[in-house]
């Protein structure tokens, strides 16, 4: 079995910054595809950014030049980095990897962590 366990949300002021991170562990083969979702009160899930095994990003629009997402392979884990952050960036947001173990390629999800943006 594979897990997703995320860390690094909180509450922080406009303006501010804080990094999330993301570690899987279990029977891995390989991962493929990291990424990181959020979703606000009353509000559909959306994909914020995207790595690749290769190290090729994409981020939704409204975080871009904002936020960094990376990954360190030997560890496993997926960061995100987000500066200059605004009431609109909170959420909370959700890990995603497209993984390779016993049964082949599947999605896994993190529970989520809360980031919070207010004074």
């Known amino acids: 079995q594979v897990q997703l366990v995320e860390s690094g949300g909180g509450l922080v002021q406009p303006g501010g910054s804080l990094r999330l991170s993301c570690a899987a562990s279990?029977?891995?083969?390989?991962?493929?595809?990291m990424g990181w979702f959020r979703q606000a009160p009353g509000k559909q899930r959306e994909l914020v950014a995207i790595i690749t095994s290769g190290g090729t990003t994409t981020y939704v629009d409204s975080v871009k030049g904002r936020f960094i997402i990376s990954r360190d392979n030997a560890k496993n884990t997926a960061y995100l980095q987000m500066n200059s952050l605004s009431p609109q960036d909170t959420a909370v947001y959700y890990c995603n990897g497209v993984i390779r173990d016993s049964s082949g390629l599947k999605t896994y999800w993190g529970q989520g962590t809360q980031v919070t943006v207010s004074s």
């Open positions: 279990g029977s891995i083969f390989s991962i493929d595809v």
